[in-house]
């Protein structure tokens, strides 16, 4: 996992944290292949395939009271932390998460306040800032002309970070 994975990685963490639930729109689909290699302990991760229905039914089958053997679960008390990750827009999903939106937060490109934006570039210049301040406008610019892509941009930060560890 390099730098880009990891920071994007800490802000839904703390989302999650802060508010349990986080709907994760993707409408460029920029982190669709990523999604499974993102680590979030405690935390079951939900991603629409091919409808809202069955994603709709795993998530709510995650937050009944009865167990699968038809006691009560001890747990209830604990609000759940899930991550559900959507490759559209919200605005083409209809509001078929809308219970989850509201109880939650939602995490897209262009969201405000800037720790709920998942926009690439936005991320990429971020990472950059703290790695190579010098180089994170110029990155920041091809990631958004479409030059550079999330793995080419994760792979850069980690060759960055490890070039500048072996610098005397």
């Not at 839904?12 to 460029?28: H, L, N, S, T, Y």
């Not at 219970?99 to 971020?126: F, H």
Request: with cysteine.
């Amino acid at each position: 996992m390099g730098k880009i994975l990891d920071h994007l990685a800490g802000l839904i963490a703390k989302q999650i944290e802060d508010r349990g639930m986080v709907v994760w729109f993707d409408p460029e689909r920029v982190y669709q292949r990523v999604i499974e290699n993102l680590l979030m302990p405690e935390t079951k991760v939900f991603c629409l395939e091919d409808s809202f229905f069955k994603l709709r039914h795993a998530i709510e089958s995650h937050l009944g009271y009865v167990n699968d053997k038809g006691g009560v679960n001890s747990r209830d008390h604990i609000p759940p932390r899930f991550l559900i990750y959507v490759p559209k827009a919200q605005d083409e999903t209809h509001h078929a998460l809308i219970e989850y939106e509201s109880a939650g937060v939602v995490m897209e490109p262009g969201a405000n306040p800037w720790q709920r934006n998942t926009r690439l570039r936005v991320i990429a210049e971020q990472v950059f800032k703290k790695v190579a301040p010098e180089s994170a406008a110029e990155i920041a610019r091809q990631v958004e002309a479409g030059q550079l892509s999330f793995e080419e941009v994760d792979k850069l930060s980690t060759e960055i970070e490890n070039y500048q560890s072996r610098s005397p």
